[in-house]
């Protein structure tokens, strides 16, 4: 097996933890949604900790897309046309857990420090 392919397989093999990784947390989540409902918790608690816990899994999963994305390109294929989609996905994906961040938590990444250090 040549060095690229063994590095393509492994960049393959983040990707595949980062896909898992949010199946995962969504059966989870699903599991404690429905253990939360059955046990007559109220279902706005329940209903925000089921998309809590998928947005973690989510912001993971994403993380080990974007892990598997440079790996793939960085070290296999690093032309300016490679790196340029790559920068765009890593982008995308920025936007994404950026998003995703602010939502599960409803403040801005950066002003969480001062917030809890007052």
Avoid: H, N
């Avoid at 989870?28 to 109220?42: D, P, Q, T, Y």
């Avoid at 995308?92 to 857990?97: I, M, P």
């Amino acid at each position: 097996m040549e060095i690229s392919e063994f590095i393509g397989t492994i960049g393959l093999a983040i990707d595949v933890a980062g896909v898992i990784v949010i199946l995962l947390a969504i059966v989870v989540a699903g599991i404690g949604f429905a253990r939360g409902i059955m046990r007559g918790l109220a279902y706005e608690v329940v209903y925000r900790s089921l998309r809590q816990s998928i947005g973690r899994g989510i912001l993971l999963g994403l993380e080990l897309l974007v892990a598997g994305d440079i790996i793939r390109t960085v070290a296999i294929e690093p032309t300016f046309t490679s790196v340029g989609v790559l920068a765009v996905i890593v982008l995308v994906r920025t936007f994404l857990s950026f998003s995703l961040e602010v939502e599960l938590t409803g403040k801005w990444p950066w002003s969480r420090d001062r917030a809890e250090a007052g």
